[in-house]
């Protein structure tokens, strides 16, 4: 019987074509730019989102700088989105600033002496 069921099955999935999804578009989240940093001896990639209409627009917007960006940035720019959708806060620039392997952790490890 479990043969019977398997053959119908199979047959049944041959004869009905199936496509797979042929286009989309990139899902690009703002500009990297590559900053070198004299302090820190080191470059920092500093990641930019600009709200929609700000090329059209000559008006100022609010800041919102998001440290350890590369973990951090997309959930900024979401709130950004949501914010300005419900006209809960004006629109305003995200910036994501990442950092490397964090240094400061090594704060709270326990180090043999």
């Known amino acids: 019987m479990n043969i019977k069921l398997f053959t119908i099955v199979l047959f049944c999935s041959l ?10 578009v990139d899902n690009i989240v703002g500009t990297n730019f590559l900053i070198k940093s004299e302090v820190l001896s080191e470059e920092r990639e500093i990641q930019v989102y600009l709200p929609d209409g700000y090329t059209d627009s ?6 919102l700088y998001i440290l350890d960006g590369q973990r951090l940035f997309l959930h900024g720019v979401s709130l950004q989105k949501s ?9 305003f620039i995200v910036v994501g600033i990442t950092n490397k392997q964090s240094q400061r952790n090594i ?3 326990v180090r043999s002496k």
């Open 83 to 91: 914010f300005a959708a419900g006209r809960q806060t004006p629109e």
């Open 58 to 63: 000559d008006r100022k917007y609010p800041v």
């Open 107 to 109: 704060n709270f490890s």
């Open 15 to 24: 004869c009905f074509n199936s496509y797979a999804q042929t286009g989309g």
